[in-house]
């Protein structure tokens, strides 16, 4: 099977062959000819699958094909939950539209409007938009949404965690009736086909399992560790496995800054991205990590979200994820496109819950180690697979009505807590 094949023009097929990319991936096949045919599709897909091309290429094709672009008026919409990954969404469309007359922009908050807006006015093909700035800019008429062909919704079920639903619904109703609408999410859990319900018609559904999306192993285990013992146990992992690169999540920028800190002071370097600083010094730190010149970064999970990392041996999480659909994002950074990779957990007793979470949604349990000097002097109990935490419990005996106002954050509330 070849691009060529799937129906893209020679010049798409000749840019991503120029990426190195030899054949498509496995959502790449079954979702390109569906979104070509001008189909709906629900795509359950995680992140190092190949999804982004999955949906820019045939985008591309038929953008290619289609009307030309008119100032303020885009004409397909990626909405994206984070900053990070809207920059490099935008950043694969430039090299996915090479050769092409197709303009793209990345949009997101916490960043000055001016240059977006200006951009707006040269006249942009696709934009890729996190939900808070984009309905800023609309309610300033900077862009208007009656040609757009096709809007994609990417990370459907990280948007709905981060409280970007309000927002989604009113870019949704904003867009034209008869809009193409691709939605690609990690999970489908049933917020997202909520979602999926009011913003899709008549979808073609696809599901890339996790064994036919990249043959990846992961060797997944945690160390039950007391929670004022984890930076001794971090710096004591990290010198003993030297595994070539690690990535480590954590869950507040204080705690990135301070682990950074604690790991220089036992002799290891090693750097932060969260959002207490500035997109560029977040961006060159990426970029070191990237290229190899750092072998340890701590992120926070918001901050990480969307940062294109491929094959990395090992992710370490210092703090477990919430939600619980987090934990499988993470540990997807890991042993990519047939590389072997492990994920290790730090898990104290005060995430014991968390812990039945992640084991409950993976249907599984994860394999627990002590380590000699860190047995925890306050045990982690047993785990329960199947457990469903109290506030859900109420929630189903209440008729499935929540009796907590679902919360909201904005794009700018989201970067200060990340
Ligand atoms: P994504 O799932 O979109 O985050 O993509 C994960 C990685 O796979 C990115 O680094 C892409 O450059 C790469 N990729 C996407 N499609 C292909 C392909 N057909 N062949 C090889 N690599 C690919």
Redesign the pocket.
């Known amino acids: 099977m070849s691009?060529s094949s799937l129906g893209l023009n020679p010049t798409i097929a000749a840019a991503?062959a120029a990426?190195?990319?030899?054949?498509?991936?496995n959502?790449?096949t079954q979702a390109i000819p569906l979104i070509l045919e001008g189909r709906d599709l629900i795509a359950a897909?995680?992140?190092?699958?190949?999804?982004?091309?999955?949906f820019v290429l045939p985008l591309l094709e038929k953008l290619t094909e289609g009307k030309t672009q008119k100032k303020k008026r885009a004409r397909a919409l990626i909405l994206v939950p984070t900053r990070e990954l809207a920059i490099q969404v935008n950043n694969?469309i430039k090299q996915y539209s090479h050769g092409l007359p197709i303009r793209s922009m990345a949009m997101f908050g916490g960043v000055d409007l001016a240059p977006q807006k200006q951009a707006l006015i040269e006249g942009v093909d696709i934009v890729v938009a996190t939900p808070g700035r984009l309905l800023d800019l609309y309610g300033q008429r900077a862009i208007y949404f009656e040609e757009m062909e096709a809007v994609v919704l990417d990370e459907a079920d990280r948007m709905l965690d981060l409280g970007f639903i309000e927002d989604i619904n009113k870019v949704i109703a904003r867009l034209p009736d008869n809009i193409q609408t691709l939605l690609f999410s990690a999970t489908l859990s049933n917020p997202v086909r909520e979602l999926a319900r009011t913003a899709v018609s008549d979808p073609a559904e696809i599901t890339i399992t996790k064994h036919s999306a990249s043959k990846r192993e992961i060797s997944q285990w945690l160390i039950t560790v007391d929670k004022d013992q984890k930076s001794a146990l971090l710096s004591q992992l990290l010198n003993e496995n030297r595994w070539e690169q690690v990535l480590i999540f954590i869950e507040t920028k204080h705690g990135a800054a301070k682990l950074v800190t604690q790991l220089e002071k036992r002799g290891i370097a090693a750097d932060a991205i969260h959002g207490g600083r500035s997109q560029a010094a977040r961006e060159a730190v990426f970029e070191k990590f990237k290229s190899g010149q750092l072998q340890y970064l701590v992120a926070t999970g918001v901050a990480a979200r969307g940062l294109?990392i491929?094959g990395l041996p090992c992710v370490i999480n210092y703090d477990l994820p919430y939600p619980e659909d987090e934990y499988v994002h993470r540990i997807g950074r890991t042993g990519?496109?047939g590389a072997k990779g492990e994920a290790v957990s730090l898990v104290s007793k005060d995430n014991f819950k968390n812990l039945c979470m992640i084991e409950s949604r993976m249907g599984h349990l994860i394999e627990r180690r002590e380590i000699a000097g860190f047995v925890p002097k306050k045990p982690v109990p047993v785990s329960i697979l199947n457990y469903v935490p109290k506030a859900k419990r109420q929630q189903t005996e209440n008729g499935g009505r929540s009796e907590r106002a679902p919360q909201r954050r904005t794009d700018k509330r989201n970067s200060r807590k990340s």
């Open positions: 691009f991503v990426l190195g990319y030899e054949k498509p991936t959502i790449q897909a995680q992140t190092g699958t190949g999804k982004t091309a999955s694969s294109d491929e990519r496109a």
